[in-house]
């Protein structure tokens, strides 16, 4: 796969189409299974309160997955992704509930780079906080 956007046709500041991502329990269960990562934080709601978290949280590395999809949707290519850091600021609560918890992502160009590279600055909030800080990717476009 290519990367459907071209270099040539950005510049600092476009931003890249926002999504929001659901989260529930089943969610992090499901992810539990799949990344082997069954800390009890993240589906035993007696366990986190008792550790000093509100409620179960999502998996960071969930968090971070869900909000690079911005990103790659918008490249249309997955391995357009040469870099990806966050930092995890505040957690993804997830009530037990039928609602669960939303994850809210924007992102613009930050820079544009050699090589047809682009910095890609994204922006994720749950519950009207950001949960993940200097969350930046860079992307090689077409």
Do not use: C
Not at 2 to 24: C, H, M, N, R, W
């Amino acid at each position: 796969m290519t990367a459907k956007i071209s270099y040539d046709d950005v510049e600092v500041g476009t931003e890249l189409p926002a999504q929001s991502f659901p989260v529930t329990r089943a969610t992090l269960v499901q992810y539990a299974g799949a990344s082997g990562d069954f800390n009890p934080i993240h589906w035993n709601e007696k366990f986190a309160v008792e550790v000093g978290l509100p409620d179960v949280i999502a998996h960071g590395m969930f968090t971070m997955a869900e909000a690079i999809r911005v990103v790659t949707d918008w490249t249309g290519d997955p391995g357009s992704v040469v870099e990806y850091g966050v930092r995890f600021t505040k957690p993804v609560v997830v009530p037990n509930d039928e609602t669960g918890a939303l994850i809210e992502v924007s992102a613009k160009v930050g820079a544009k780079l050699d090589d047809h590279q682009v910095r890609v600055d994204l922006t994720a909030m749950s519950a009207g906080q950001k949960v993940l800080g200097m969350s930046r990717a860079v992307v090689r476009l077409a």
